[in-house]
């Protein structure tokens, strides 16, 4: 079976400050993909990053980056110099390759982070 | 592009009523999802369609739900009868392919929040 805990129910930071969010997984295959999506007060999960487990390198996107550790089954998600508009519930979600798993996106959670002036 | 779109936005019905919603999703997206997020929770899979024909309905409760794609791009998802426990969000996501989830992210629509009273 497949498992997402974000641990974080809530996070508040102010303007300007990092933060990072933290998801574990558990997982029986040997191949799988990760994810994290973001939900603004809109209700939309807007897709932010994929990445499989063959890749274990760390990604930067502007003021995002995320740090995969196998050996821990985490995939960290940090948001550097936060804004108030970065302020949403952050999913992380898995999904397998094998028949039966590939469609299914398994969601933590969630983290809610308010970021205020 | 056209994101996914999704009505009615709310919706409020007593327990045993019925209710439907409606989902259009991003033109030339075979692939058609329909997920259930309870407040506090992260979406939750409840069926999966390739073109018209369903994938995955494996964590539908098919008593009271029921879910079509006719002509393979609209899509309807009906409650009947109502629940308490069924009040929640209903997203409705789509994407390019079904093979991997990875390969093509799911773009979801903003969702229908539903209240059984």
């Known amino acids: 079976a497949q498992k997402v805990t974000q641990a974080q129910t809530e996070i508040s930071v102010v303007e300007k400050e990092d933060v990072t969010l933290d998801c574990v997984y558990e997982t029986r295959d040997t191949t799988y993909y990760l994810f994290w999506y973001k939900q603004p007060p809109s209700g939309e999960l807007v897709f932010l990053i994929r990445r499989n487990s063959f890749d274990e390198q760390n990604e930067i996107s502007g003021r995002y980056s995320w740090n995969f550790q196998k050996s821990t089954s985490s995939f960290n998600f940090t948001i550097t110099a936060s804004q108030v508009v970065d302020s949403a519930v952050y999913f992380c979600a898995l999904s397998g390759l094998r028949a039966g798993t590939a469609s299914k996106l398994t969601f933590g959670t969630g983290t809610r982070l308010q970021v205020t002036l | 592009e056209a994101g996914v779109a999704q009505s009615p936005r709310y919706k409020i019905i007593e327990k045993r009523q019925s209710v439907a919603f409606w989902c259009n999703p991003i033109s030339g997206h075979a692939t058609l999802y329909w997920y259930q997020q309870i407040l506090g929770q992260g979406p939750k899979l409840l069926i999966q369609?390739?073109?018209?024909?369903?994938?995955?309905d494996s964590q539908l409760p098919k008593d009271r739900f029921s879910a079509e794609r006719l002509k393979g791009v609209d899509s309807t998802l009906k409650i009947q009868p109502a629940k308490l426990e069924d009040s929640a969000v209903y997203l409705c996501a789509s994407s390019l392919e079904r093979r991997t989830v990875s390969n093509s992210p799911l773009h979801f629509g903003n969702g229908t929040r539903l209240t059984v009273t």
């Open positions: 369609f390739q073109n018209n024909g369903v994938v995955d």
